[in-house]
């Protein structure tokens, strides 16, 4: 691949100083060395990245576009993310704010393999938001997963995902837990998502599994997995929808909206949770406007990924969020529902009847 593309950085300095700030982060995202030292012209023209512009945004911090070489990535996920963010990330007055996405990376990566229509499908649901809960506390038997599964399904949940905490604990191993719940929603219009977890060589073993039990959507986490791990599974296996969680998102300085909305679709996520505003996280309403929009706006003809706001949300929330995002959405709600206790399965009936019966403003 040749050409270059934009990354954009916010850079906290002063005015007299952001100039040389600049071309330090171009050099150290790209070479990684004193420019007087290299020798061989071609790396000097083709792959030192270079200062696009500056803008004062006010208040001591700037907007830095930096072009880097297309060709240092090399088609993997990883590569990708060490040349945008890589050694930059040591540095606590920058925080990685966009990337300008080239034709050439969308043809690489691929992007969701089902997105917005595909999920639509799985669940039969047309002009609606798509619903679902969590399979949780951790420390529960495979038994009662199963159990709550059940319940959940008979409330009409399009989707029951485990809790990301679920992985091969002796409590609940992985394949015990799948069949069990597999099993539980047999017949039933509801689709398990059981979490991914362990080496790259196990996760692939897990979702043949899963395959074999009739499942078709798997939850990783992607910057726990690695995004390598996430280009690889979305690409050894076109048929299985990915359902992107964002734990450890927060251990970065890269904007939610770029991380979640943009970088996980670019790498194949289907939906992506991220913690909606309001809730038990400090994501501002704004930003998480921003994830919804970037996750499902045209982007070098991949397919959209549904946007899954979660993160403490009430029953009582369901019409503001459903209004704030629009139908183009799935809606997480897990420890609320759980709280009903006995009357689990008449709550989510009653937050599915309540999504199923919005009218949009």
Do not use: W
Request: some cysteine; charged content about 20%; hydrophobic content about 50%.
């Amino acid at each position: 691949m040749t050409g270059r593309f934009l990354a954009t950085y916010h850079v906290r300095a002063a005015s007299g100083t952001i100039g040389a700030r600049a071309q330090a982060i171009a050099v150290e995202q790209s070479v990684e060395m004193p420019l007087e030292a290299i020798e061989a012209p071609e790396v000097l023209r083709d792959i030192v990245g270079q200062v696009a512009d500056i803008v004062d945004l006010g208040g001591g911090v700037f907007a830095v576009r930096i072009a880097l070489a297309i060709a240092t990535i090399g088609g993997d996920a990883a590569q990708l993310l060490n040349m945008l963010f890589g050694n930059t990330s040591l540095h606590d007055d920058v925080v990685l704010v966009d990337v300008e996405i080239p034709p050439e990376f969308a043809a690489a990566f691929g992007g969701p393999r089902h997105g917005i229509a595909g999920l639509r499908r799985r669940a039969a649901a047309e002009g609606r938001a798509l619903t679902c809960s969590a399979l949780k506390p951790q420390g529960l038997s495979v038994n009662q997963l199963a159990a709550l599964a059940a319940r959940f399904a008979a409330g009409g949940v399009d989707f029951i995902k485990d809790d990301h905490g679920l992985a091969d604990q002796a409590y609940s191993p992985f394949a015990e837990r799948l069949r069990a719940c597999a099993r539980a929603l047999r017949g039933q219009a509801t689709h398990y998502v059981p979490s991914l977890s362990g080496r790259l060589d196990a996760m692939r073993s897990q979702i043949v599994l899963a395959r074999e039990e009739g499942i078709d959507t798997v939850l990783i986490a992607p910057l726990l997995a690695g995004f390598s791990t996430l280009q690889a599974l979305a690409a050894e296996f076109p048929d299985i929808a990915l359902l992107a969680h964002p734990s450890f998102g927060g251990a970065s300085r890269v904007a939610p909206d770029l991380l979640f909305g943009k970088l996980f679709r670019l790498l194949g996520a289907d939906a992506v949770i991220f913690p909606t505003h309001g809730g038990r996280f400090g994501y501002t309403a704004e930003t998480c406007r921003r994830l919804a929009r970037v996750a499902r706006a045209p982007l070098c003809g991949l397919r959209p990924a549904l946007p899954v706001p979660a993160g403490g949300m009430a029953l009582a929330r369901v019409p503001e969020i459903l209004d704030f995002y629009g139908p183009d959405t799935m809606l997480l709600i897990g420890g609320s529902l759980l709280a009903a206790r006995e009357h689990l399965t008449a709550e989510t009936a009653a937050f599915t009847s309540r999504v199923a019966a919005h009218s949009y403003r």
